[in-house]
Each structure stands twice: as structure tokens, then as C-alpha cells.
């Protein structure tokens, strides 16, 4: 009875997602399905607001809007797949190799028994027939004992190879699950560590640490106007200037949409602020180009949050700050870069509860 009401519920989420998909207009692919399936269950609370949100500002969702959902929120569960398959890969290339190593050991046992007994009968009076004779078993066992070490050496070789196949496969598919493929920047998972990472550093050194919230500015117009493909070539152009623009300790990703993040650590406020507004400088001398038409589309501006990061500051407080000083740079004009401080009282208090 269990099993039927819940073949019956998962046909109708099914049923959703798939009229949900073909409202919107978005190909039923499986990584699409996926996403509005988990909306529709309500497995996913996050997914669901951020879907909530995306179609309450565009009406609807696109294609863009699925693959950067199903990145952050459904992705990871690919990957434990794909690993739960590579683990079991590394368990028979390792017991294969276990049996080898086994087998070869007994082998050697068996030899040292062999060497044992021929010492042993060369302790008696031998006759020399009966001494060449040891000697000619001891030969043939040593050339067998050799072959069969090569054949190990072979094997050992092989296995070697497997497993550095496996590494390099598993070195891959965390790449991927880091990378946002449009952009070619880091996704929203890669910021989370990162961030984790780097505010741990500063911790520990007592290094200054800031960031710098970027949203483009009337992206979603210009999406509108020039449609989804310029609006994809935007945010390339976007990513690419500001990669050229920042050094190789500093940390870029996209957060989601039209926003990216960026961390700089060894960093103050005001430095970052500068590093900002050479940012939006930067970009603004660029011209957008339709391609095949070579047709100017005007420039892109953004507008800039910046934050610095309280040592043991909660990492959401943080990023609030930045997302903050962001929206007050668009709300006061757009095309600037804002900070948003964290009060005397607040580093204080924080300050206390960490000692």
C-alpha cells in the first residue's frame, strides 16, 4: 500500500515537472528534469527559493537558469555517484593487486622451504652426481622463482597504471564540479571553500582578508533587449576583465546569476575598495560587439560591495555585508564601488566570544 501511494506522488511531481518544463519553454533534459522535480517534491528547500526568486524576477526560468541550479544544488549528488563508482574501481584494482602480492608471497615461501631442504642435504655426504644434481634443482627453482617475479613486476606495473588512471579521472570531476562551465570561473561551491579556507588563514595569521560583491548592472534589460546569447557573451566578457584585472592570490567566482565574488586576502577595505573601482574603470573602457555582425552594443558597467572580514565573524555575515554595500551601489547610481563597515561594537562583541 506504502509502495503504490508513493509510485502515485512521484508520478505526480513527475507530471509537474514536466508541465512546468514545457511552460517555460526549457528542453526536458535530465539535469532540467532533475531540478524541477526536486521543486516540485520540495526535497531541495534551497533549490526552491532560489527558484522562487528567479522566477519572480525574470517570470520564468531558462535554460541559463537550470544549469546554474542544478550546478549548485543537485550537482554534488552526480558527483557522489561518480565517486561511489571510482571507489569501487580502487577496491578491485587494489584486492587484484592484494592477490597478486599474495600469491607471490607463497611463492617465495615455498622457494625459502625448497633452499632450506637443499642446504639441508648438501650439511650430508654427497657423492658429486648427487651435489650437481641439488645444484641443477636449485638452478631451476631460481629461474622459475625469476620469471614469476617479472610477471609481478608486469603486474604491479599495470595496476600502477589503473590507479593513476582512476586519480587523474577523480582530479577531473572535482575540477568540474568547481568550474562554472559558462563563465569558466569558479562556481558557487568553489566560493564556499574557498572563502572557508581563506578565512581560516586570516585567522591564524592575523592578515587582513576583504571582498568584493559584483553585479552587472541592467543585465536582465539587456538580456531582454539582445536576448540570452549576448546577455552569455556579457558574462564571459565580464569574467574574462576581471581575471585580467586581479592578481594570483585573489579568489574569483561566480555567485550566481549576473553576480560575481571575489575574495582578496592580505587586503584591507580601502585597498579593496581601490582594486574595485579599478575593476568597473576597466570594464567600462571595453566595447561589447555583436559577432556576426560586429555591431556595438554599448559598454557594461557594474556596481561594487565591498566588505572586510572581522576575524571569527560568521562567513554569511560577511557575504550579507558585501551583498549589501552592492545594493547600496546600485541604488545610489550604479557604476560604483560601496563599503559596508562592520560597527565598533559588533568587532567587539565578536571579538569577545572569541577569546
Given at each position: 500500500?506504502?509502495?503504490?501511494?508513493q509510485k502515485s506522488q512521484?508520478?505526480?511531481?513527475?507530471?509537474?515537472?514536466?508541465?512546468?518544463?514545457?511552460?517555460?519553454?526549457?528542453?526536458p533534459i535530465p539535469d532540467?528534469?532533475?531540478?524541477?522535480?526536486?521543486?516540485?517534491?520540495?526535497?531541495?528547500?534551497?533549490?526552491?527559493?532560489?527558484?522562487?526568486?528567479?522566477?519572480?524576477?525574470?517570470?520564468?526560468?531558462?535554460?541559463?537558469?537550470?544549469?546554474?541550479?542544478?550546478?549548485?544544488?543537485?550537482?554534488?549528488?552526480?558527483?557522489?555517484?561518480?565517486?561511489?563508482?571510482?571507489?569501487?574501481?580502487?577496491?578491485?584494482?587494489?584486492?587484484?593487486?592484494?592477490?597478486?602480492?599474495?600469491?607471490?608471497?607463497?611463492?617465495?615461501?615455498?622457494?625459502?622451504?625448497?633452499?632450506?631442504?637443499?642446504?639441508?642435504?648438501?650439511?650430508?655426504?654427497?657423492?658429486?652426481?648427487?651435489?650437481?644434481?641439488?645444484?641443477?634443482?636449485?638452478?631451476?627453482?631460481?629461474?622459475?622463482?625469476?620469471?614469476?617475479?617479472?610477471?609481478?613486476?608486469?603486474?604491479?606495473?599495470?595496476?600502477?597504471?589503473?590507479?593513476?588512471?582512476?586519480?587523474?579521472?577523480?582530479?577531473?570531476?572535482?575540477?568540474?564540479?568547481?568550474?562554472?562551465?559558462?563563465?569558466?570561473?569558479?562556481?558557487?561551491?568553489?566560493?564556499?571553500?574557498?572563502?572557508?579556507?581563506?578565512?581560516?588563514?586570516?585567522?591564524?595569521?592575523?592578515?587582513?582578508?576583504?571582498?568584493?560583491?559584483?553585479?552587472?548592472?541592467?543585465?536582465?534589460?539587456?538580456?531582454?533587449?539582445?536576448?540570452?546569447?549576448?546577455?552569455?557573451?556579457?558574462?564571459?566578457?565580464?569574467?574574462?576583465?576581471?581575471?585580467?584585472?586581479?592578481?594570483?592570490?585573489?579568489?574569483?567566482?561566480?555567485?550566481?546569476?549576473?553576480?560575481?565574488?571575489?575574495?582578496?586576502?592580505?587586503?584591507?577595505?580601502?585597498?579593496?575598495?581601490?582594486?574595485?573601482?579599478?575593476?568597473?574603470?576597466?570594464?567600462?573602457?571595453?566595447?561589447?560587439?555583436?559577432?556576426?555582425?560586429?555591431?556595438?552594443?554599448?559598454?557594461?558597467?557594474?556596481?561594487?560591495?565591498c566588505a572586510e572580514y572581522?576575524?571569527?565573524?560568521?562567513?554569511?555575515?560577511?557575504?550579507?555585508?558585501?551583498?549589501?554595500?552592492?545594493?547600496?551601489?546600485?541604488?545610489?547610481?550604479?557604476?560604483?564601488?560601496?563599503?559596508?563597515?562592520?560597527?565598533?561594537?559588533?568587532?567587539?562583541?565578536?571579538?569577545?566570544?572569541?577569546?
Open positions: 500500500m506504502t509502495t503504490t501511494m512521484s508520478e505526480i511531481w513527475a507530471r509537474e515537472a514536466m508541465e512546468r518544463l514545457e511552460r517555460d519553454g526549457v528542453v532540467n528534469f532533475a531540478v524541477y522535480y526536486a521543486y516540485a517534491s520540495g526535497a531541495n528547500t534551497s533549490l526552491k527559493m532560489a527558484m522562487d526568486a528567479i522566477t519572480e524576477q525574470y517570470g520564468k526560468l531558462n535554460q541559463q537558469h537550470c544549469s546554474e541550479l542544478y550546478q549548485a544544488f543537485l550537482s554534488l549528488e552526480a558527483e557522489h555517484r561518480v565517486l561511489n563508482t571510482t571507489t569501487s574501481s580502487i577496491e578491485t584494482e587494489l584486492n587484484r593487486v592484494m592477490g597478486v602480492i599474495s600469491r607471490n608471497a607463497s611463492t617465495s615461501a615455498e622457494y625459502g622451504e625448497k633452499l632450506d631442504y637443499f642446504s639441508g642435504s648438501l650439511q650430508a655426504s654427497l657423492s658429486y652426481e648427487q651435489v650437481r644434481a641439488a645444484v641443477e634443482r636449485v638452478t631451476n627453482e631460481t629461474r622459475v622463482m625469476a620469471e614469476q617475479n617479472i610477471r609481478l613486476q608486469e603486474q604491479l606495473a599495470e595496476s600502477t597504471q589503473q590507479l593513476t588512471e582512476v586519480r587523474y579521472n577523480l582530479d577531473q570531476v572535482r575540477k568540474e564540479s568547481l568550474i562554472d562551465p559558462l563563465t569558466e570561473v569558479g562556481n558557487r561551491k568553489f566560493f564556499s571553500y574557498e572563502l572557508g579556507r581563506v578565512a581560516a588563514e586570516a585567522i591564524e595569521s592575523g592578515n587582513r582578508l576583504s571582498m568584493l560583491m559584483v553585479d552587472i548592472d541592467h543585465f536582465k534589460k539587456f538580456n531582454d533587449i539582445h536576448g540570452h546569447l549576448i546577455g552569455d557573451q556579457v558574462l564571459r566578457l565580464v569574467a574574462h576583465t576581471l581575471i585580467e584585472n586581479l592578481k594570483g592570490r585573489d579568489i574569483i567566482a561566480r555567485y550566481g546569476g549576473e553576480e560575481f565574488v571575489i575574495l582578496l586576502p592580505n587586503t584591507g577595505v580601502k585597498d579593496a575598495e581601490r582594486v574595485g573601482d579599478q575593476l568597473r574603470s576597466n570594464l567600462a573602457t571595453k566595447q561589447l560587439r555583436r559577432k556576426n555582425t560586429n555591431e556595438t552594443l554599448g559598454v557594461i558597467t557594474i556596481s561594487i560591495g572581522c576575524p571569527h565573524e560568521d562567513t554569511d555575515a560577511f557575504i550579507a555585508r558585501a551583498d549589501e554595500a552592492m545594493y547600496e551601489a546600485k541604488n545610489s547610481g550604479r557604476n560604483r564601488v560601496m563599503s559596508k563597515l562592520l560597527p565598533p561594537e559588533e568587532v567587539a562583541v565578536i571579538t569577545a566570544k572569541a577569546v
